[in-house]
């Protein structure tokens, strides 16, 4: 990867332009930085219009042996995977190249094993802990598609992920570690089971030694099952579009979308912007706090770091366990270079007290990433200023689980960087603002719909099972475009400042969470006629959800209102999982609607804001006196 590290400003202005000049030339010489069994026919055959993408088509080759064999001869010995535990008082693991083929090489035989096969889905239901990634680079190995599911999950939106795309097997474990918490992740698998007849096996890891249900031919203990096998497992020589993985994310409406990304476009872009957006260099240790079962971990903590022969850290915990120090004595303790995590995360430890950081050596860090939603410039200052010593550039990431991989930020030390602007886009990438009329804007000081308009290897084929979805969903809205649902601007300088959602997808800590699941969980209630969630500005959490519920029986007093609210974010949590749960709750007698039925969000989302002074024309709405109710009613 070295020869494709973008060097300084003038550099990345002519990347840019080779990018756009000639995209074949451009990526073909990043792409020679891998090892491919059999090189490729064409560089890319895409249409934007049929949503139909194909990346060094013809060509063989396999991400896992990327990751992994191909360091061993010069790097062996180095550490791959730091694993920092929940606990700080045990120890951490060095799991350097070599142990990781061997483990790789082991877990791909107990897959085998228990027949797992080329194009197989495996569901992958696990806390932070080095099974999970050796588990997804065994599943590349043998080119079985993964499916991470987050530990976070409930039993109900697992078995929805596993129904969705028919998985063979899980692997999960007993429990899981969570600051003061444990989860007990083998009981929600087997509750999500009930209603999975795909599934043959359940691969259990050890974790928290407690007691758990094991169910004759179906659950296996991983321990057991690796005695059984060797460690010599040959990488399955793949075609370069074979499915690599699937991973959900939330969408307005209806159930959630398996993205599906496949094996050589997403190698190359995943390597390729870890590379220039972190500059990472040998021998520095780098560290993303997300979780691998999102696209953050899957791209930035496991592939693309370990296709650069990178050292990455993986951390079990929470940042405010057992204090809110916790984050910087880890940077402190593995000298972390490069240290990339959340605005949500940058914003609750902004609010305890500062002794916190400096109590702690953060003098090993280089840059600063952030990454999931629009960091605000009070965020940004305060992460700059004592995280970084004001040393450090901030990159401001902006990417989807459909990009795969980072398409819009600044470059540590080579371009500028502006608080809350993800700035320029990376070589190879192509953004555009859209107005209302469907027209490209062009100039700068404008904003609208921000789209992509050319292919990059790393975008997502389809969503698994459901390509009229996809396009639907990406490619209708401006023909030709790639929608991302984001509005954006571009400022004088034709840097970027990414707005927000422009759907109904609320991001909620860092979480994308779409409001149609939400509301059938509310709507369960026997009690319950209709619901609306809307996002509200939270200080911590970047957006909190505001529940509107049209009740059939009003609740006679404040202890049954209270009941009531319990029971729905136990709904919430039972059937999306807790990280849904409402902040606040209004019950009322109707919801604004159109003439045609729809509810009119926009006049919700500004009493939840408590900006009423605007509401705009009401008078449109089937009931418009419903409007007052609700701005003058308690929660
Ligand atoms: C938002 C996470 C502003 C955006 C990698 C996007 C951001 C959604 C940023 C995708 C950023 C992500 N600035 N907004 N730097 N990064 N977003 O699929 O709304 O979990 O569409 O992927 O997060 O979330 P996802």
């Known amino acids: ?66 990751c992994i064999d191909r360091h061993l001869e010069n790097k062996g010995d ?63 190995r043998i080119g079985a598609i993964h499916s991470v599911v987050f530990a976070g999950f409930s039993s109900l939106a697992l078995a929805t992920r596993i129904q969705d795309c028919s998985c063979k097997t899980v692997i999960t474990s007993d429990g899981g570690y969570r600051g003061a918490k444990t989860l007990n992740l083998k009981k929600i698998v087997d509750n999500a089971l009930t209603d999975c007849k795909s599934i043959e096996s359940v691969i259990v890891v050890k974790r928290t030694n407690e007691d758990v249900n094991m169910q004759n031919n179906r659950d296996l203990w991983l321990h057991e099952e690796l005695e059984k096998v060797s460690s010599t497992c040959e990488a399955a020589i793949l075609d370069s579009e074979d499915p690599l993985f699937i991973l959900y994310t939330s969408g307005s409406t209806g159930k959630p979308k398996g993205m599906m990304h496949t094996t050589g476009g997403y190698m ?23 979780d691998i079962g999102w696209i953050t971990g899957h791209s930035y903590i496991v592939y693309g770091p370990l296709l650069n022969g990178a050292t990455t850290v993986m951390f079990e915990g929470v940042p405010s366990y057992p204090d809110f120090g916790r984050f910087w004595e880890v940077v402190q303790k593995h000298k972390v270079n490069q240290f990339y995590t959340a605005p949500t995360a940058i914003r609750a430890l902004a609010k305890e007290s500062l002794d916190w950081v400096k109590k702690h050596n953060l003098s090993s ?49 080579i371009t500028k960087t502006k608080p809350a602007f993800a700035t320029l886009p990376l070589p190879g990438v192509q953004p555009c603002l859209m107005d209302e009329n469907k027209k490209e804007l062009h100039g700068n000081n404008v904003s609208g719909s921000l789209c992509i308009k050319f292919p990059w290897p790393s975008v997502a084929r389809t969503i698994w099972g459901n390509h009229q979805r996809y396009l639907e969903t990406y490619f209708s809205a401006y023909p030709g475009y790639y929608f991302t649902g984001d509005g954006a601007l571009r400022d004088e300088d034709g840097f970027y400042r990414i707005t927000g959602r422009m759907d109904d997808v609320i991001i909620v800590s860092g979480h994308n969470l779409g409001t149609a699941p939400i509301e059938e969980a509310i709507n369960e209630h026997e009690n319950i006629a209709e619901s609306a969630i809307v996002g ?57 609607k159109t003439r045609s039925g729809k509810i009119m969000r926009r006049i919700l989302r500004k009493i939840a804001e408590g900006d009423v002074s605007n509401l705009g024309d009401t008078s449109t709405l089937l009931n418009p006196e419903i409007v007052d109710e609700i701005q003058n009613g308690k929660i």
């Open 536 to 592: 509200y500005p939270h200080d911590i959490k970047g957006n909190a959800l505001y529940g509107y519920v049209i009740v059939k029986n009003n609740p006679n007093n404040e202890e049954e209102a209270l009941h009531l609210r319990n029971d729905i974010n136990a709904l919430i949590t039972k059937q999306v999982g807790a990280i849904a749960k409402l902040d606040k709750i209004q019950f009322v007698s109707g919801l604004p």
């Open 365 to 413: 860090l280089k840059v600063l990433g952030s990454v999931g939603e629009p960091i605000n410039e009070e965020a940004w200052n305060w992460y700059n200023e004592n995280i970084g010593n004001s040393k450090c550039p901030i990159v401001d990431t902006w990417w989807q689980t459909e990009t795969g991989g980072i398409l819009i930020s600044p470059l540590p030390n």
């Open 268 to 290: 190359v872009y995943s390597a390729y912007t870890f590379k220039n957006v972190f500059q990472y260099q040998e021998n520095d240790v780098y560290w993303c706090t997300a």
């Open 78 to 140: 180095k550490t791959a995977i730091i694993f920092e535990p929940n606990n700080p008082n045990e120890e951490a693991k060095h799991i350097s190249f070599k142990e990781l083929h061997h483990e790789v090489c082991k877990m791909a035989n107990v897959l085998l094993n228990n027949g797992i096969k080329k194009g197989d889905r495996v569901c992958i239901y696990l806390p932070m802990i080095p099974e999970l990634a050796i588990t997804v680079l065994a599943c590349a």
């Open 1 to 66: 990867m070295e020869n494709a590290l973008i060097k300084s400003e003038s550099d990345y202005t002519n990347k840019y332009k080779q990018s756009t000049e000639n995209p074949e030339r451009f990526w073909a010489e990043i792409a020679d930085n891998f090892t491919w069994f059999k090189k490729w026919d064409n560089v890319y055959k895409c249409n934007m219009k049929s949503a139909d993408f194909k990346w060094f088509e013809g060509a063989k080759t396999n991400i896992s042996f990327n």
